[in-house]
């Protein structure tokens, strides 16, 4: 099965902080995605890649960029974390004619 | 309007029940359409995965889409306090799975013994 491992399940950071997230799947993959959920409103696409060191911003990239330098890692940055961004943030990599995997989340708390 | 609409809930039954679960659409140009199940502090996990208007049957799980009327529907018969959870639909316009997913915002359901 694919894993999609992110490193962290819960952060605590202060406002102004640049914030890493990290994501490592383990099936070779050529598409990864980060998400943000959050109640009534659901999951929203804020980038995608679909090769190394390629990125495409989805619906809600303001605040955010990402990296992707190896095929397995995709990164999303919060270059200076506002309490806006306090979220859960899920990353899922593609798997073609299944459908996503997503790993098990970053519950991020800004304050 | 969102593009994809889905009652947040909560929706509560009894264990045995017949479960409904819908999603609506306005884009016509979707084609592929997807339920997730994510249970409390987890990530989504694919449960359904149909293409174009029909059925589809999983065991207890059973998936339909009326493209004409853009709505779908997740059936699960016999249910479970195992299937409490948060139920998502998704869609995407492109080709197989290389789109980007359209999320309804999910329906919290519980399953009482």
């Known amino acids: 099965d694919v894993k999609v491992t992110q490193s962290s399940r819960y952060l605590v950071k202060r406002t102004g902080e640049k914030v890493f997230l990290e994501c490592v799947q383990d099936m070779d993959h050529e598409n990864m995605f980060w998400y943000r959920q959050d109640p009534g409103l659901g999951l929203r696409l804020i980038y995608f890649s679909y090769d190394v060191k390629m990125k495409e911003k989805g619906d809600i990239p303001e605040g955010y960029s990402v990296s992707r330098e190896k095929k397995e890692r995709f990164s999303l940055i919060l270059e200076s974390a506002s309490t806006n961004q306090t979220s859960m943030y899920l990353c899922?990599?593609?798997?073609?004619?299944?459908?996503?995997?997503f790993g098990s989340g970053t519950r991020l708390t800004v304050v | 309007q969102k593009e994809v609409e889905q009652d947040p809930g909560p929706l509560s039954v009894p264990e045995g029940a017949i479960v409904s679960l819908n999603c609506t659409y306005s884009?016509?140009?979707?084609?592929?359409f997807m339920w997730y199940r994510q249970y409390s502090r987890k990530g989504p996990e694919l449960l359904m995965y149909t293409y174009s208007s029909g059925n589809k049957e999983d065991g207890r799980f059973t998936a339909q889409v009326d493209k004409s009327s853009k709505y779908i529907s997740l059936f699960i018969r016999d249910s479970q306090p195992s299937d409490s959870a948060t139920y998502l639909c998704a869609m995407t316009i492109g080709s197989g799975n290389t789109g980007k997913l359209i999320f309804g915002q999910g329906t919290t359901l519980q399953v009482k013994p």
């Open positions: 884009n016509s140009a979707f084609q592929y």
């Open positions: 899922a990599s593609l798997r073609v004619s299944y459908g996503y995997t």
